[in-house]
C-alpha cells in the first residue's frame, strides 16, 4: 500500500461542506465534497455516546496533537476517511454547532459563541494525513488494525468492515440506526446499544444459524461472516429483518407480561429454535413467572424463562437454594442416630435396599442434602423437608 505525508490541511479546510447525518449518526462529507467521512466499513459515530467529542476540540485549543489521521485515495482527488473518522466528526459537528464545550468559567460556548482567537486557532489547526492508496484487500487488513482512541473496534464492526456493500448499507441503516423507533423495543431483551452493533449482531447472529443450518454444515464455527459473505450484494434485507422480527414476536406472544430486566441478553434465538414450535397458554406462563419471582429459593431469575419453556424441569437453570450448613448437619445428626439404633444405613434409600451399603453409616462429606418433596413438586427449602442421602442415591434420585 502506498502512502503520502500531507501537513498542510487544516481543521478549516477538513471541515468545509461537512454534511453530518443526525439520524444515521454519521458524518458524510468534508473537504468541499471530496472526502467521504464515513465509508460502509466504517464505525457508526460513537464519540458522543463515550463523552470524547469535547476532549477532541480541547485537545486543539490546547494545541496538543490529534495524531495520524488516514485518508484512502479512491479517485482523482477524491478520498475517504480510513482512520481518523471520530476526530474529524467531532470537529465538523462542533464547527456546525451540534455541541458546545464548557469553558474556563463552567459555561457552555458553542463555535460561533467563542471569541474569534479562540475560532481561528479551531480553524488553523494543521493536521497531519497520511494518503494511502491500495487495493480493497490492502486497504481492509489496514482497517482491521485500527484501535480509534482507545476504543477497541468491536466484532461486528471488523466484519462491517470485510464484507461492505448494499446488504451492509442496509443493515446497518436499520439496526444500527439509534433514532430507530424500535430500539427501545429491542432493547428489553438485547444488550447493548445500536452505534456499536449490537442490535445488528445480534439478529445476524440469529438469522445466519438458522440459515447455515439449512444450507451448510450445521457446526460451521462462524455463520456471520458465511451469512454477510453470501448477501454481500443484495440489496435487500428482509430475511434478516422478518427472522429477527419473528423471534422478538415469538417471545412477547409467549411473555406478555411487561419484559422483566433479566430478559436482557438471553439466547433468544436459541430459544426461538428449540421452542417455537410448542405451544404455550400466556395466561399460566405469566403466573409461572410471578409465581418463581417471588420464590426465595429461586437464586437465578435469569433462568426462569427457559425454566418455563422446557416444561419446568431443569431446576439447574434456577440454581435453587441448597439447605444451609446447620440445616444439614442438624439433619444428619437425627438420621444417623436413628440408623444405629436400628442398625440400619442414615441413607434412607440405601437402608431399604438389598445391598452391601444397608447397614452403611456415611461420612457428613459422603453425605448431601435433598428435598424430600421436590422443589420442583412443590416442596419447601427448611429442615422439615430435608433429608441427607448418599451421593451416589442422591444423583440418581434427581427430581424424582
Known amino acids: 500500500m502506498k502512502t503520502t505525508l500531507k501537513t498542510d490541511i487544516t481543521v478549516d479546510d477538513i471541515c468545509k461542506g461537512f454534511v453530518y447525518n443526525q439520524l444515521e449518526g454519521r458524518g458524510l462529507f468534508g473537504l468541499s465534497g471530496k472526502l467521504k467521512i464515513q465509508p460502509e466499513y466504517q464505525r457508526n459515530y460513537i464519540y458522543a455516546e463515550y463523552g470524547k467529542e469535547a476532549a477532541v476540540i480541547e485537545s486543539v485549543l490546547k494545541g496538543y496533537p490529534l495524531g495520524l489521521i488516514y485518508f484512502n485515495k479512491v479517485g482523482d482527488d477524491k478520498f475517504e476517511v480510513l482512520d481518523g473518522q471520530q476526530r474529524i466528526t467531532s470537529l465538523g459537528r462542533f464547527l456546525t454547532e451540534k455541541f458546545p464545550i464548557m469553558d474556563e468559567d463552567g459555561h457552555e460556548q458553542y463555535f460561533e459563541s467563542m471569541a474569534k482567537d479562540r475560532r481561528d486557532k479551531i480553524l488553523k489547526t494543521e493536521l497531519t494525513i497520511y494518503e494511502c492508496e491500495g487495493d480493497e484487500s490492502e486497504i481492509k487488513a489496514w482497517f482491521k488494525t485500527i ?138 406462563v405469566s403466573a409461572e413467572v410471578e409465581k418463581l419471582y417471588g420464590d426465595d429459593c429461586v437464586k437465578d431469575k435469569r433462568g426462569i424463562f427457559e425454566f418455563i419453556l422446557g416444561g419446568s424441569k431443569d431446576t439447574k437453570l434456577l440454581e435453587v437454594r441448597f439447605f444451609d450448613d446447620a440445616t444439614k448437619k442438624s439433619v444428619y445428626a437425627a438420621q444417623t442416630k436413628k440408623a444405629e439404633a436400628k442398625g440400619k444405613s442414615n441413607c434412607p434409600l440405601c437402608a431399604v435396599g438389598n445391598n452391601a451399603n444397608k447397614t452403611k453409616i456415611w461420612k457428613p462429606a459422603e453425605m448431601d442434602a435433598d428435598h424430600v418433596a421436590a422443589w420442583s413438586k412443590g416442596g419447601e427449602t427448611n429442615i422439615k423437608n430435608c433429608e441427607m442421602l448418599c451421593k451416589p442415591h442422591n444423583k440418581a434420585k434427581g427430581n424424582s
Open 147 to 284: 484501535n480509534i482512541a482507545g476504543i477497541k473496534l468491536e466484532d461486528q464492526e471488523l466484519l462491517n468492515a470485510v464484507y461492505s456493500g448494499p446488504f451492509v448499507t442496509l443493515a446497518k441503516q436499520e439496526f444500527s440506526n439509534s433514532q430507530n423507533s424500535n430500539t427501545q423495543k429491542w432493547s428489553a431483551f438485547i444488550s447493548g446499544s445500536a452505534t456499536r452493533q449490537d442490535f445488528l449482531e445480534r439478529a445476524l447472529q440469529w438469522v445466519s444459524k438458522d440459515w447455515v443450518d439449512k444450507n451448510f454444515d450445521p457446526k460451521h464455527t462462524r455463520p456471520i461472516g458465511k451469512y454477510m459473505s453470501s448477501h454481500r450484494y443484495k440489496d435487500n434485507i428482509d430475511e434478516l429483518k422478518n427472522y429477527f422480527n419473528r423471534v422478538l414476536d415469538w417471545v412477547c406472544s409467549v411473555f406478555t407480561e411487561e419484559p422483566k430486566s433479566e430478559m436482557r441478553g438471553l439466547e433468544w434465538g436459541r430459544l426461538y429454535e428449540e421452542y417455537h414450535k410448542k405451544s404455550y397458554d400466556a395466561e399460566e
